[in-house]
């Protein structure tokens, strides 16, 4: 299996890494693409055996996957430069760029003379991973148009391979995005102040950087493994008058939970 990733930047570099870090792929079974040579260059650095290249038709008429990871201001520009090559009967079309539907991906691709048969028989997801795939921890969700159970149960396994992965109705995306994508960046903040908390605690910032991401990293370890609630977790270091749970109801008075649902709100688009 080939796999073609045109525009290999931060999302699209992070697929790649981790595609060859879980052993998914070869290195020489991907295919990467970007404008610069620079870019390239990175790609190379991490494994020399990934094939480059700056011609985005070249390169996805090899593939068996062809996966946009562009921006999403370019991803038509792109679908327009690759179509021609397109082998409707072999290949699948992936795009994780963000905010670009399945119908506006459809309506790019029914741009082609050949658009109708396109549209009936090349079979294309949308797909929203989060920057963690690179670590094989992401979270990924995947919606689908077009595609055979046997392509779909494809595309989970590949980036369940990077993480988690959930075959979802497209309406759900931007809920997921909010919750596992934007919650990269919530999860750090939190880390973050947590650290700060640390250095005025009297730890050397160093020291409180470890502490708190190994106290994240065993939470949630916990909660994956035994597949508790976070509350069955919570109780169990959280004794009557103790230094816990005044330190819970302290968080909660300044209005953590609702700070928290109220981000996730306010970042569904």
């Given at each position: ?74 991803v038509a520009e792109v679908v327009e ?107 750090m903040r939190y880390i973050r102040a ?75 688009v």
């Amino acid at each position: 299996m080939t796999i073609a990733i045109v525009g290999t930047g931060n999302m699209g570099g992070a697929i790649a890494r981790g595609l060859v870090k879980s052993g998914t792929c070869r290195p020489e079974e991907i295919i990467c693409t970007a404008k610069t040579k620079a870019t390239l260059e990175r790609i190379r650095e991490f494994n020399d055996h990934i094939r480059v290249s700056q011609d985005n038709a070249a390169a996805a008429a090899q593939a068996d996957i062809v996966l946009l990871a562009v921006k999403p201001w370019a991803v038509a520009e792109v679908v327009e430069e690759i179509r021609p090559v397109l082998d409707l009967d072999r290949q699948i079309l992936v795009s994780v760029a963000a905010g670009v539907a399945l119908d506006e991906l459809v309506g790019m691709v029914n741009a082609s003379p050949y658009g109708e048969r396109c549209s009936k028989h090349l079979p294309l997801f949308r797909v929203v991973p989060n920057t963690a795939v690179e670590a094989l921890c992401g979270v990924s969700f995947i919606a689908a148009h077009g595609a055979t159970a046997e392509q779909t149960e494809q595309i989970r396994l590949l980036f369940a391979a990077l993480g988690y992965a959930l075959v979802v109705d497209e309406k759900l995306i931007p809920a997921g995005t909010a919750l596992a994508s934007c919650g990269i960046a919530f999860a750090m903040r939190y880390i973050r102040a947590a650290m700060e908390g640390g250095v005025e605690l009297g730890f050397r910032p160093e020291e409180a950087a470890r502490i708190v991401e190994h106290t994240v990293k065993g939470a949630a370890t916990l909660l994956l493994e035994a597949g508790a609630h976070p509350e069955a977790e919570i109780d169990k270091v959280t004794t009557a008058g103790g230094i816990t749970i005044k330190g819970l109801n302290a968080m909660e008075k300044a209005g953590f939970t609702a700070a928290v649902i109220d981000g996730l709100k306010a970042s569904r688009v």
